[in-house]
Nanobody
Framework: QVQLVESGGGLVQAGDALRLSCAASGSTFSENTMAWFRQAPGKEREFLAGISWGGGRSSSPSSMEGRFTISRDNAKNMVYLYIHSLKPEDTAAYYC????????????????????WGPGTQVTVVS
């Protein structure tokens, strides 16, 4: 099991950039695919980006317009999400998640494929 805690959210202006962090604990972190999701009130949880266990591959939906970049540092047990050109519609709770399947070659975009979740960090974008 991987314990996850997100940080870096807050109140930001439209057009700004933001980096979210996810601190992971647990011996298997470097074996796990990691991902970021977000959820706005009344909406389903939405996949933003995923990264393979070694960090060599990443995936993000085209609907994200290339504004979301995921990275990881296995030596520090950290995953990051860099967001640029923030918009008010980006306002949501942001979550990192871990897929416990060790050394998986796949990056899933469905929340039910992920086993461990952090409590989330709120991002509010004002215009």
């Amino acid at each position: 099991q991987v314990q996850l805690v997100e940080s870096g959210g807050g109140l930001v202006q439209a057009g700004d950039a933001l980096r979210l962090s996810c601190a992971a604990s647990g011996s298997t972190f470097s074996e796990n695919t990691m991902a970021w999701f977000r959820q706005a009130p009344g909406k389903e949880r939405e996949f933003l980006a995923g990264i393979s266990w070694g960090g060599g591959r990443s995936s993000s939906p085209s609907s994200m317009e290339g504004r979301f970049t995921i990275s990881r540092d296995n030596a520090k047990n950290m995953v990051y999400l860099y967001i640029h050109s923030l918009k008010p519609e980006d306002t949501a709770a942001y979550y990192c998640a871990a897929d416990r399947r060790a050394f998986s070659s796949l990056i899933y975009n469905r929340p039910d494929e992920y086993d461990d979740w952090g409590p989330g960090t709120q991002v509010t974008v004002v215009s």
